[in-house]
């Protein structure tokens, strides 16, 4: 199905900021607070559904012995994140979920043709607290030089760390169907919730405005009252080669 690509410039008081949600906050690794920022973006996104799938890159060592096995063997996993309802829960909620599922290992392997209906979400940290005098140095990707994409999921993210603070956020794909503008309201969002998360992580997953008006269309997609074409749409012309 088609799909855009995008890139997401994050400001370091925002990266500050998840890494003091991180340790002062959740008191857990910046990689599952990344996964709790990006499913409360979501379900803030779009609030009538509790439930997501989420898939994973996970290392595949449980059997016996598997620990000491060298090779690439990490694959992707499904992880069910139900919220129950919406309107009662917390982002708290959201990271309990997922913290439960990894430490218990509780996923799966995707079925046949079920990874289009998930959101991808591959988180790669550097070594960043190397204490015997050497660096590990990352380098940015090259920005997409086009911003039509083929989507093979509802959303795939890949995060790089190449610094402490410094993140490579790059949406390799969303279904087109959401807008040209959905990006910008997920990053919106994204911004939202880890500020929630720093202040306020026991507050409502919803705001007050959404929780109590609802959200059935797609942000991103909404059509302007003069002449009833999609807003995405007259976006995209001339930014063909944006990023």
């Not at 997401?8 to 340790?23: E, F, K």
């Not at 994973?56 to 060298?70: Q, S, T």
């Not at 959200?215 to 074409?229: A, H, L, T, V």
Request: net charge positive; charged share 25%; aromatic share 8%.
């Amino acid at each position: 199905r088609p799909g855009m690509s995008k890139r997401l410039y994050l400001q370091p008081r925002v990266t500050r900021a998840l890494r003091s949600v991180a340790t002062d906050v959740l008191g857990c690794g910046v990689d599952l607070t990344w996964l709790t920022a990006i499913l409360g973006a979501m379900f803030r996104l779009f609030p009538d559904m509790p439930r997501m799938n989420l898939i994973l890159k996970a290392a595949c060592r449980d059997g016996p012995g598997e620990a000491e096995m060298v090779g690439f063997l990490s694959e992707a996993r499904v992880i069910a994140v139900d919220v129950g309802d919406t309107k009662t829960s917390t982002l708290l909620d959201v990271h309990g979920k997922i913290a439960a599922a990894r430490l218990a290992r509780n996923w799966r392997a995707p079925a046949p043709f079920e990874m289009g209906l998930c959101v991808y979400v591959n988180i790669v940290s550097a070594m960043v607290d190397r204490s015997d005098g050497f660096r590990h140095i990352v380098r940015e990707n090259i920005p997409p030089s086009r911003w039509m994409s083929t989507a093979y999921c509802h959303l795939n993210i890949r995060i790089d760390q190449l610094k402490l603070d410094q993140w490579d956020f790059r949406i390799f794909h969303h279904d087109s169907e959401w807008g040209w503008e959905w990006s910008v309201c997920f990053a919106d969002a994204l911004g939202g919730v880890i500020r929630d998360l720093a202040l306020t992580p026991l507050a409502p997953l919803l705001p007050t405005k959404l929780s109590s008006q609802g959200q059935s269309e797609i942000p991103g997609k909404r059509r302007r009252e003069d002449d009833g074409e999609p807003r995405h749409v007259k976006s995209a012309r001339g930014m063909s080669g944006s990023a």
